[in-house]
């Protein structure tokens, strides 16, 4: 028996003229034979209003009251949308999320599904009615309304999808919205940005949480886990969108499938830290028991045994961050400082595990405009860095004595980011198609159309084997670690912080057909900044070599060191990043060996470390221990 999820965003229920299109979507579902759930968020920017309401009352609404207040608009659109249905001659029941058993944890802003009874919905449908269940809510342990963060109905849909397929459906989910599909980045940003006809989940999932705003990252952790077909398409058009699948060997052969920007986060630097085993685990540890989830971490190599960790958080979390760690601060003696705005592009792509030069590519392009980067991090599909923000510049629109108007604070925002993700997003040439997902060429059809089958579906067996593991539906799926023990690592100490200097080094490396695997670049000190990269062991001599002649012409300070005895280690998954206790058990473990962390990169999909080789193997155990895999 088929279920087909249709999720509605905001603008594509904002007034009753859209409401009664979503409805006609839902009917026609119903008729070309399947049941129908639809999933609604709040219209328009209702959401929006009612946070601007609180603030009208206080600078610090509780986290229960907002919850209670935000989940009133996603209850607004079931009623009307029911309503539309019904008026359409269908029949229709709507429900909030505590009706359908949606259940979270008890972090109120950003909870996470634990499970979902999917019994009432079961009814409605097959008693021939459409059912219209609420995004973003649910029901907490202690019976109080819950909220799973902005954006959140896309992962009540995926969720809800999941969770039909686990009671015996064949499901389908569709997510529309307000664009034709997944762009390889923001279309409002780049005006030249092209609609991907596939998307892997990992790299959707990177590009969500990296800020490719289009998807809630955590529904793409449920369409991964549990191999949800979705779909992201137009509200507004019966076009074929794009589809998000497993992972196929033809998207391997592009380097970058897309680019993102985020201008949310804050850089924090601490600095002074003892560079011993156990220091990172506590700083993090404290942060994850916080649930602030660390997204870019730079660990420099340290001198005089001491190391300075750079690392971002939300700016929604900041002062949480600051709060929590200024008793570790204190304790070690080190200092913890901020750095003004800043702006994250990223660039993902499933053939970045393979194909070389993607670093160098990047650096050109944002040395090119003259863009200073100031910390670099990177995964196995993504590279982010981090560009300098000037505090927002003044306007000849400001009044004086006014508050700026919100569309002109808007358009001044992430200026150098914006710039720097149009750069890379020519420099990798993603305005050309990335051909081979084998969607039909005539782009359109009223129904679902089937998804393209993936050659490939890597690791479903760990993935069945994980899920039997899960105590909720939501939790963090860890599927394996990795050990490669044949790395060695580059260190550049003293780089001068100025536009260009790290494309040139990566472009010298580059030059040798050297595959550059993890790079880390924090800013140490006043003007400096330390380069550390990975690179296979036969390589290092020739990539020291090609490293030293460049800094040489850049800085005769530069000092470049290389250590051929270090082993990576890599712990795969999904939502490994945002799930904060990941990083907790995965320091945690290390240090309790005594294990010292040279380097350190997160992503959603993959955490890797840098150890000494001699302990790579112990490492690999524990790890495999920590995380109960076989
Ligand atoms: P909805 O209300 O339907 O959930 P959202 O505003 O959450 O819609 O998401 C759609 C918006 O996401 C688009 O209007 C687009 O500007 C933005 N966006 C950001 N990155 C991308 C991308 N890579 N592809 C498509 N849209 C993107
Ligand atoms: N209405 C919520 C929000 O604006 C949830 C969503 O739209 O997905 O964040
Ligand atoms: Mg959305």
Not at 315 to 324: G, I, P, Q, Y
Not at 464 to 490: F, T, W
Not at 546 to 562: E, L, M, W
Not at 601 to 608: A, P
């Amino acid at each position: 028996m088929r279920v087909v999820v249709q999720k509605f965003g905001g603008s594509s229920l904002k007034d009753a003229e859209r409401v009664m299109e979503a409805a006609r979507k839902a009917v026609r579902a119903k008729h070309a034979g399947s049941r129908v759930v639809v999933v609604v968020s709040a219209q328009g920017s209702t959401t929006d209003d009612l946070i601007a309401k609180a603030a009208e009352i206080t600078a610090a609404p509780s986290a229960r009251e907002m919850d209670m207040l935000l989940a009133t608009g996603e209850q607004v659109s079931i009623a009307l949308t029911a309503m539309a249905i019904q008026e359409l001659g269908e029949r229709a029941v709507s429900f909030t999320g505590p009706q359908v058993g949606i259940v979270t944890d008890t972090t109120h802003r950003k909870a996470r599904i634990k499970s979902i009874d999917t019994r009432r919905l079961v009814e409605a449908v097959e008693a021939g009615s459409i059912a219209v269940l609420a995004g973003f809510q649910g029901v907490d342990e202690l019976g109080d309304i819950s909220t799973l963060g902005r954006g959140g109905s896309d992962t009540t849909a995926v969720a809800v999808a999941a969770a039909l397929k686990l009671a015996g459906y064949e499901v389908a989910c569709e997510i529309f919205t307000d664009v034709d599909g997944v762009y390889t980045t923001d279309p409002r940003v780049v005006p030249d940005a092209r609609k991907m006809d596939a998307i892997s989940y990992d790299e959707m999932l990177e590009m969500a949480s990296m800020g490719a705003g289009v998807m809630h990252s955590r529904s793409i952790e449920f369409a991964k886990k549990y191999d949800v077909p979705l779909m992201v398409r137009n509200s507004r058009s019966d076009a074929v969108g794009t589809w998000i699948v497993p992972e196929a060997p033809w998207m391997t052969e592009f380097p970058v499938c897309g680019c993102a920007l985020a201008h949310d986060e804050a850089r924090l630097v601490l600095d002074g830290v003892p560079d011993r085993p156990g220091v990172s685990h506590r700083v993090f540890a404290a942060l994850a028991g916080a649930s602030v989830a660390v997204d870019m971490i730079a660990q420099s190599v340290g001198t005089g045994g001491k190391a300075a960790i750079g690392f971002t958080v939300l700016n929604a979390d900041l002062e949480k961050t600051k709060k929590t760690l200024a008793p570790i601060v204190a304790d070690l003696g080190a200092t913890l400082s901020e750095t003004g705005k800043v702006s994250k592009v990223s660039v993902v792509g499933a053939g970045m595990r393979t194909l070389s030069g993607v670093a160098e590519k990047m650096f050109r392009a944002l040395a090119a405009e003259g863009v200073n980067v100031k910390m670099i991090t990177t995964g196995d599909i993504k590279i982010s860095v981090l560009v300098e923000e000037d505090a927002e510049p003044p306007s000849s629109e400001d009044v004086p004595g006014e508050p700026v108007k919100k569309a002109h604070l808007e358009a001044r925002r992430a200026v150098r980011g914006r710039k720097a993700l149009r750069a890379v997003h020519a420099a990798f040439g993603l305005a050309n198609p990335r051909k081979g997902a084998g969607v039909p060429a005539d782009g359109t059809g009223n129904g679902f159309t089937p998804r393209p089958t993936p050659a490939v579906v890597p690791g479903a067996a760990d993935r069945e084997a994980a899920i039997a593991r899960l105590g909720g539906m939501e939790d963090v799926l860890v599927s394996g670690v990795h050990l490669d023990a044949a790395q060695s690592r580059v260190t550049v100490h003293d780089l001068p912080d100025t536009p260009g200097n790290c494309s040139r080094v990566f472009t010298a490396v580059a030059t040798g057909g050297i595959l550059v695997d993890m790079i880390v670049q924090n800013l140490t000190g006043p003007g400096r900044a330390e380069l550390s990269f990975t690179v296979p062991r036969a390589d290092l001599p020739r990539a020291l070599q090609q490293t030293k002649d460049v800094v040489c012409g850049i800085d005769a300070g530069c000092r470049v060191a290389g250590d051929a005895d270090v082993a990576v280690l890599y712990v795969l998954g999904v939502g490994m990043r945002t799930h904060t206790g990941v990083a907790r058990t995965m320091f945690g473990a290390l240090a309790a060996r005594g294990i010292n962390i040279a380097m350190i990169n997160t992503s959603e999909v993959c955490v890797g470390v840098v150890v000494e080789r001699a302990r790579g193997e112990e490492a690999l155990g524990c790890l495999r221990q920590a995380f109960k895999l076989a």
